[in-house]
């Protein structure tokens, strides 16, 4: 069943339509009803976190399943450097883990799906997906954190998911800033940046059967 | 009582009065301002809290304006430097159509040397660095720093000889990538240690650290690039040694990359900075190796390398998964490598 397996939360409380996220541990599997498929990421720093939290986690899920698969359309070179990829990813989801201790959400499966992943082009078209949309969230979340340390930390961050982003462009063949920073205009030399709601949406499919509300988050 | 006239007092025994603040003209915009909802009884605690502004700007940490106005001599640095090797005379393209275009018979040969793809992303990331330096212009307004000239800089690592460690810049696509790769890199950990002053402006950071991402992507495909060599067309699929990542890097940063594409040189960009008066508490400048992360307030931070020790990870990958900020003193330091003796730019 998707549904159970999507969705691993400890300690979480399941109101009729909303799950607002908390705490976490070796509880048992929390399985929504039918009413209750939107999940709540919190409000203010924490909200922020956890929304980083969510997209590290997602990031971690798929480059595991990537490693884990060792498709041989991959040569060894590529292979090794998305197993890079994908300890970066899971040491960023587990250091926010740690740094948001007992207000983290709790551990999510994702639904790939939409994705094509039984192809060279399919796989590098996925991670360039969410490699840009990461940078894109981390650019456009910087300005709603109100901690300097935190400030800094996700600019840590968020250099090296450009970094990624650049070598999947160069694997797919595709010049890394052609189509992501704007050439001509007011923003010229500047890629994308997005709001916490543009990036929840972009990778709602990857969350079905459930829906992230990010209603909570600070604006500007 | 008269702002105005308690300015003109103030500027007779300190010239320099109006240039503590922004400018002068925002001085005055901020006064009218105050003026329309000020009372008597406010208004010697407004003026108290402009003139402690304006006065404690010297010894804490640096405004918007200083960071922005850094940033742009840094983006000056990169973009004369690809102008050089690829097109023009050095000077900042402007618009469309204006600036020097003109490709001279050295640059042919020169960008001959590289593969179409590598060709392609390198024009791409000059045109990017000219409109960060117009970007950045624009952004400064009446605060911009006049164009240095092209002369200040000498990009073989000389101080204006011409002939240092980076002789061949021009003529060299390996030497020109290791050049290209530190300041990309140097660009990377300048912006995102610049970026909790300007936290107080919303547009300015996020533009900034929009940048920043930006200058990280073109270091990843410079890394790229100098992994496989200037004329490998499918320079991606060639594997980093991972021994030796100076001169076969990852298109990101592995503990110090053994110094960087040119030990002797691009050391520092990879290593600790200093710790300047102003830097906000909780914020450190260690080298690209750290593994210790989120240290916030009382709370010390993470070993990752020990706390995620059942990961089985390698080391490096510890280190490879954050980048790391760096002060204005020591990108100072290393961007005056590349700027001749007797200019003062940085």
């Known amino acids: 069943m998707r549904r159970r397996s999507f969705f691993r939360v400890a300690g979480a409380t399941v109101a009729a339509s909303t799950l607002v996220l908390a705490g976490c541990g070796d509880d048992p599997k929390i399985e929504p009803t039918d009413t209750g498929t939107v999940i709540s990421i919190g409000d203010g720093e924490n909200g922020l976190l956890n929304y980083v939290y969510l997209l590290e986690q997602l990031e971690a899920t798929f480059y595991q399943k990537i490693v884990d698969a060792k498709p041989a359309f991959l040569s060894a070179a590529e292979l090794t450097a998305i197993t890079d990829l994908r300890d970066h990813e899971v040491i960023h989801r587990e250091f926010f883990k740690q740094l948001l201790g007992g207000n983290a959400i709790g551990t999510f499966e994702f639904n790939f799906s939409t994705l094509t992943l039984t192809t060279r082009t399919g796989v590098l078209e996925a991670a360039r997906l969410l490699e840009d949309l990461g940078v894109a969230a981390y650019n456009g979340a910087a300005k709603l954190i109100t901690t300097k340390n935190t400030l800094v930390l996700l600019g840590k961050i968020a250099s090296v998911e450009a970094r990624h982003a650049a070598f999947i462009h160069d694997l797919l063949g595709i010049d890394p800033f052609a189509d992501v920073v704007a050439a001509t205009g007011a923003d010229a030399g500047l890629g994308p940046a997005l709001t916490p709601a543009q990036v929840i949406t972009a990778a709602a499919p990857f969350f079905l059967p459930y829906t992230i509300d990010v209603s909570g988050l600070p604006l500007a | ?346």
């Open chain 2, 1 to 346: 009582m008269n702002f105005f006239h308690i300015l003109s007092e103030i500027e007779k025994t300190d010239p320099e009065v109006f240039e503590r603040f922004d400018s002068r003209r925002q001085v005055f915009k901020h006064l009218t301002g105050f003026g329309k909802k000020m009372t008597a009884a406010t208004l010697p605690l407004a003026l108290t809290a402009i003139f402690n502004k304006a006065y404690a700007q010297t010894t804490s940490a640096p405004s918007v304006t200083d960071v922005l106005r850094f940033a742009l001599k840094l983006e000056y640095l990169e973009a004369y430097f690809y102008n050089l090797a690829l097109q023009g005379d050095g000077t900042i393209v402007v618009g469309s159509g204006t600036g020097n275009t003109a490709i001279t018979p050295t640059q042919t040969t020169f960008r001959a040397l590289f593969s179409a793809t590598n060709l392609s992303s390198l024009t791409k990331i000059r045109t990017d660095e000219n409109n960060h330096v117009n970007f950045l212009r624009t952004a400064l307004a009446s605060n911009v720093i006049p164009a240095p000239a092209v002369s200040d800089f000498d990009y073989t690592g000389g101080k204006g000889s011409g002939t240092g460690p980076f002789t061949g810049v021009f003529t060299n696509p390996a030497i020109f990538l290791a050049v290209a790769q530190s300041l990309e890199d140097t660009g990377v950990r300048a912006y995102k240690g610049g970026a909790p002053y300007l936290a107080s402006n919303k547009d300015v950071l996020t533009a900034a650290l929009n940048i920043h991402s930006v200058e990280a992507r073109h270091a990843a495909r410079l890394r790229t690039m100098r992994r496989a060599g200037a004329a490998n067309n499918a320079a991606s699929g060639v594997a980093a040694n991972a021994t030796n990542t100076s001169a076969s890097p990852k298109s990101w940063i592995s503990g110090q990359d053994g110094g960087g594409a040119s030990p002797a040189q691009t050391a520092p960009i990879y290593a600790a900075g200093s710790l300047p008066a102003g830097t906000p508490a909780g914020i450190t400048f260690p080298a690209e190796d750290n593994v210790v992360q989120g240290p916030n307030g009382t709370q010390p931070g993470v070993n990752l390398q020990t706390a995620l020790a059942s990961l089985n990870f390698p080391a490096a990958a510890f280190s490879e998964a954050f980048d790391e900020p760096l002060d204005v003193p020591t990108v100072s330091a290393i961007a005056n490598t590349f700027v001749r003796n007797g200019a003062t730019i940085f």
